[in-house]
Each structure stands twice: as C-alpha cells, then as structure tokens.
C-alpha cells in the first residue's frame, strides 16, 4: 500500500503523464465535468483557510513567493465569512453592555 493518491500498478509515483490521464480517468469515473488537476491547488489553499490556517502557513505550502499569489489561490465563501461578522456583532455587543450610562460618568 502507498500513501499516494494517484500511483503506478505497482504502487510508485507516476510520471506526470501517466499522472493527468488516471486523473482524467478518476473524474470520468465521477462523472465530475469542467474540472482540472491544479484546482486541486486552489481547494487545498481554500480549506485550509476558512479552517483558520494563517495566509503566510499556506503561503509556504503551496511554494508561493509571495501572500499575494496564495490570496488568489485561498477563495472565501459568504459562509466563511459570516463568522467575522457574528464577531463584530459580539464585539458591538459587548461594548454595549460594558459602557456605563452617561448618568454614571456625569453626562
């Protein structure tokens, strides 16, 4: 057994010819359309993200030079997004209850 994704009949990693056609192979087998091997890229930088992963982290997991490149990579969702903004709400939230009234502070 391998710990490879896609290898050999006899369990080795492949050329990268070999490589594109068991993909191409794989996604037929799924019936997956309008799918390439370096999406594969794109969803790794994507989850490990929205998983809370530091940008520089998957910056270097992926061999970018810059954090620039890997934010085109690393795709956010509205979903993903909706905890930043529940955390502003706890934020205002907070603030709210934790300010004392203008009477108090002689208002």
């Known amino acids: 057994m391998t710990d490879l994704v896609f290898c050999s009949h006899v369990f080795t990693s492949m050329e990268s010819g070999h490589l594109r056609r068991s993909f191409r192979l794989a996604l037929g087998k799924a019936n997956i359309e309008d799918f390439h091997f370096h999406d594969l890229r ?52 907070n603030l709210g209850q934790s300010a004392e009234s203008p009477a108090v502070l002689g208002m």
């Open 42 to 93: 794109h969803t790794f930088a994507t989850r490990l993200v929205q998983a809370g992963v530091d940008i520089y982290k998957v910056q270097r997991l992926l061999g970018h030079k810059s954090p620039v490149m890997t934010q085109r990579y690393a795709h956010h969702y509205p979903e993903s997004l909706r905890a930043g903004v529940e955390i502003l709400d706890q934020v205002g939230t």
